[in-house]
Each structure stands twice: as structure tokens, then as C-alpha cells.
């Protein structure tokens, strides 16, 4: 199988749960990586060097530097004509444009994955995290998004995949007007730990939002 993945980054660097999703999609076949924005010439570079991708897809315009759904999702379910899967970490982009490609391409989309049972298998969390549920997709071609914290991160480094630009289209269905960004000194929740402090050999675990 031939995997597509969506990265999350900050016009800077490649972020944390799309090293995760990585690492998921790695289970499938093999990994190409899309990094969609405006001069993301060095996000693009970083990506090829994460261990375990054969290439990593452009879309460097100044349609997707916000990473609007309504031009990003179009583009991607173009780009699936060559791959069996489309696989995004869940953050709020990847929430975001899973949704979309999958209703482009007409499948079901297999969302919070916590593991790669097979090709078409995968586990994922309900009511509230209180249960978990194996789901078999059916769909020629799948759509998933991947809890972040249930897989390890692929290495940022190992890596010298090719880097091959691709074209897309602005939609013209939505524009960027702003963003209210809270800041904070703590981590983003996908990557943060939990220590339990006073327990003799307690380690650090990753936190799982339900």
C-alpha cells in the first residue's frame, strides 16, 4: 500500500503527531508525506528526513498557507488516485481535512486510530475512551486519522526521501480573515507527558485525550 500523510507544521518544523502518524502509517506500506503551505521550502526538507519516508508531496502556494480545508481537501483527493490511504494526525487540521477527503472519495473515514491491527483493521476508542472498538474498513481506499499519543514518534532524523511539487487550486469557498491564538509555556497536549512525582521508578507516559 501506498500511504499518504498529512503534516502538521508551523511553516518551521515538522511537528510532533505527524511523526506519530508516521509511525502508523509506516504499518501500511509504504510513506510519502504532504506538506501544504507558502514557502515551506524548509518544512518540506525537514520532512525528508524523517526516518521511514520515501517522499515527500508539495503544495507550496498561497492557497493553502492557512491550511484552508476547502483548498487543501480537494487537492489531496486529487493526489489519491495514486494511494491507497490518506492518514492524518488528529489535531484540529487534521480533524478538520480528513473529513472532507473522505466524503470527496466517497469512503468511510476511520477516525482516532490506537492501532494497526492490518491493512483494513484498526482499533480505535468509544464512549469516551470507557471501551475500544476493532474496526474493519471495507473501502478501497481509507481515510484515517491517528491519536497521536498511541504511537511511538518516527525519528526527525534518518531519512533522505525525494521532494516532488504537486499543484493545486484556490476554491474560492473560504478565505483566512485571523487568528486568536492562546499562548502558553506548556506543551501542546498531543506530545505533552504525564510524571507521577513520589513513586519509585515511575516514568514519564504519554497523556491520551478521551
Known sequence: MNTLVWVEHDNASVKDATLSAVTAAAKLGEVHLLVAGAGIGGVAEAAAKVAGV?????????????????????????????????????????????????????????????SVESADTFTRPIYAGNAIATVQSSDAKKVITVRGTAFEKAAREGGSASIEAATGTDAGLSSFVGAE?????????????????????????PVAPD
Open 181 to 205: 491564538i492562546a499562548q502558553s509555556e506548556r506543551p501542546e497536549l498531543t506530545s505533552a507527558k504525564m510524571r507521577t512525582p513520589g513513586i519509585k521508578g515511575a516514568t514519564d507516559r
Open 54 to 114: 520515501a517522499k515527500v508531496v508539495t503544495f507550496d502556494d498561497a492557497a493553502f498557507k492557512h491550511a484552508l480545508p476547502e483548498n487543501v481537501a480537494p487537492a489531496v483527493a486529487d493526489l489519491m488516485r495514486g494511494y491507497d490511504a490518506f492518514v492524518a494526525p488528529s489535531t484540529s487540521n487534521g480533524k478538520n481535512i480528513a473529513p472532507r477527503v473522505a466524503a470527496l472519495l466517497d469512503v468511510m473515514q476511520v477516525s482516532d486510530i490506537l
